[in-house]
T-cell receptor, first 112, second 114 residues
Framework: NAGVTQTPKFQVLKTGQSMTLQCAQD?????MYWYRQDPGMGLRLIYY???????DKGEVPNGYNVSRLNKREFSLRLESAAPSQTSVYFC???????????FGPGTRLTVL | AQSVAQPEDQVNVAEGNPLTVKCTYS??????LFWYVQYPNRGLQFLLK??????LVKGSYGFEAEFNKSQTSFHLKKPSALVSDSALYFC????????????FGRGTSLIVHP
């Protein structure tokens, strides 16, 4: 099993550009998440999907949108990138909301 | 409301010595508690969890954690540290009577010196 996969691994954007981060899991998990990790801030939840067909805002949703395409895939879109969105983004999945997460390898995004 | 604190930004220990990474929490009900490890340029990996039962929980790579309800703590321990244990460690808590979404601590950098 590949677990949780993310693409791309690295990305550089200019302010105002848009992009979509892709995530897929092969563990048949119901719930999926997008986190961002910034130095000294730990992990912050952007959006999550408790189950296929549902999405909800997390702690820091502004400037982002998500799509739960199917049970396997959960994408994160930045419509108009800003330098404050420079971060490392992690996708994760779990069998249920309250259980342990399994994380992807991350996407390092720089917005100039 | 639920919250978690990792009071040390960095822990230094010599190889072969025991290590402890501290975590304290605050919940209104009973806690679910988790520890994760993050190696450089990698995603977080689940180490262990406490839901109920025995206060000493054993996990991956020889780590264990002790749940202490009176002190609201869930410290991560290992009897003998390895240089390869050097990584970032995150504690997370979920209030069983509240949100389904665990809250993560800010992380503790563990450095094991040869």
């Amino acid at each position: 099993n590949a677990g949780v996969t993310q693409t791309p691994k690295f990305q550089v954007l200019k302010t105002g550009q848009s992009m979509t981060l892709q995530c897929a899991q092969d563990m048949n998990h119901n719930s999926m998440y997008w986190y961002r990790q910034d130095p000294g801030m730990g992990l912050r939840l952007i959006y999550y999907s408790a189950s296929e067909g549902t999405t909800d805002k997390g702690e820091v949703p502004n400037g982002y949108n998500v799509s739960r395409l199917n049970k396997r895939e959960f994408s994160l879109r930045l419509e108009s990138a800003a330098p404050s969105q420079t971060s490392v983004y992690f996708c994760a999945s779990s069998e249920a909301l309250e259980l342990e997460r399994y994380f992807g390898p991350g996407t390092r995004l720089t917005v100039l | 409301a639920q919250s978690v604190a990792q009071p040390e930004d960095q822990v230094n220990v010599a190889e072969g010595n025991p290590l402890t990474v501290k975590c304290t929490y605050s919940v209104s009900g009973n806690p679910y508690l988790f520890w994760y490890v993050q190696y450089p340029n990698r995603g977080l990996q689940f180490l262990l969890k406490y839901i109920t039962g025995d206060n000493l929980v054993k996990g991956s790579y020889g780590f264990e954690a002790e749940f202490n309800k009176s002190q609201t703590s869930f410290h991560l321990k290992k009897p003998s540290a390895l240089v390869s244990d050097s990584a970032l460690y995150f504690c997370a808590v979920r209030d069983m009577g509240g949100s389904y979404i665990p809250t993560f601590g800010r992380g503790t950098s563990l450095i094991v010196h040869p």
